[in-house]
């Protein structure tokens, strides 16, 4: 192709998917226990090793991609004649999309010539990855850069990120969750359900006891605002940290109740970055559907 499609590994595939979908990624990175390492999809530190440590009491931190990297990434392919399209994780929650749009200004300036489109996501995790997927599909299909850039502005918040967590551990810690409503949660078996709004920000939606419950309540959010409802024949992405258990029991409630969605339902790791902030217990459900721009139904 005349341009390349470009992200970063927050949007929590797998390197062969990535390779596969021939998307480039660059790297956040996440400090443990004062030990720099790169979120390269599990390869530097396998998932489990990573979640096992934060769960015996590591201590973790994650840093953004910078615009000396950046710039690294986008040269060689302006050198090389392609124009790019890059996608960065949500700008409400990391200042990655300010980092890659600096560096877009600098690379303008060197190549007039090619054509730098940076695009915020508003997204997150592997539902930035299905995004992603999403880009590639329309690319293969013969959409030029500037067709695709504009595909990309107009469907990101179609993209719906639905999550739930049954350890709250790391949200209190983080200070997303007071520690008393954490105690509270936790006593009371709370599984908070949250999704990603127009801002590209987490947002409580409902508090809800216990797994099955939640489980249940994500699906029937999917019913509720997937293209078609119960009709929806588009792909459908999971991630979890760590519990892959409820990330396989939300699947199968999915492919039983949607049967006509594009493939079986794919089930991801949540990444080190965002994990580093959710800790174990997450899992997160991805499909487009109702703009997020809308009021809640």
Avoid at 115 to 120: A, P, T
Avoid at 126 to 154: H, P, Q, T, V
Avoid at 227 to 250: E, N, P, Q, W
């Amino acid at each position: 192709m005349s341009y390349a499609l470009t992200c970063c590994s927050t949007a929590d595939l797998t390197a062969e998917h990535f390779a596969a979908r021939d998307i480039q990624y660059t790297c956040f990175h996440f400090t443990m226990d004062g030990v720099v390492y790169p979120d390269d999809l599990g390869q530097s530190m396998p998932f489990p090793q990573f979640y096992e440590a934060m769960t015996n009491g590591a201590d973790t931190s994650t840093s953004q991609v910078n615009i000396s990297q950046y710039l690294e990434m986008f040269t060689p392919i302006l050198e090389s004649g392609r124009d790019i399209l890059h996608v960065c994780l949500s700008s409400g929650l990391s200042g990655s999309y300010n980092s890659a749009s600096s560096a877009a200004l600098i690379v303008r300036e060197q190549f007039p010539e090619r054509k730098i489109y940076i695009v915020d996501s508003l997204g997150a995790s592997s539902g930035y990855g299905l995004f992603m997927d999403l880009l590639a599909d329309k690319r293969d299909a013969g959409m030029n850069i500037d067709e695709l850039y504009s595909w990309a502005m107009e469907n990101r918040l179609k993209m719906n990120h639905w999550f739930f967590s049954t350890d709250l551990t790391f949200y209190v810690k983080g200070g997303r969750v007071s520690k008393a409503s954490g105690f509270i949660g936790g006593v009371l078996n709370i599984c908070p359900l949250l999704n990603m709004d127009e801002r590209g920000c987490l947002i409580p939606r409902a508090k809800i006891r216990g797994k099955k419950k939640v489980i249940n309540e994500i699906v029937a959010r999917m019913e509720q605002y997937a293209d078609g409802g119960l009709d929806y024949d588009g792909k459908c992405y999971i991630c979890h940290s760590h519990c892959y258990d409820d990330a396989r029991a939300v699947a199968d409630m999915i492919e039983a109740r949607f049967p006509n969605l594009s493939g079986k339902v794919e089930i991801y790791y949540v990444g080190t970055t965002i994990g580093s902030h959710t800790g174990p217990g997450t899992v997160a459900l991805f499909f487009m559907g109702r703009d997020r721009a809308l009021p809640l139904l």
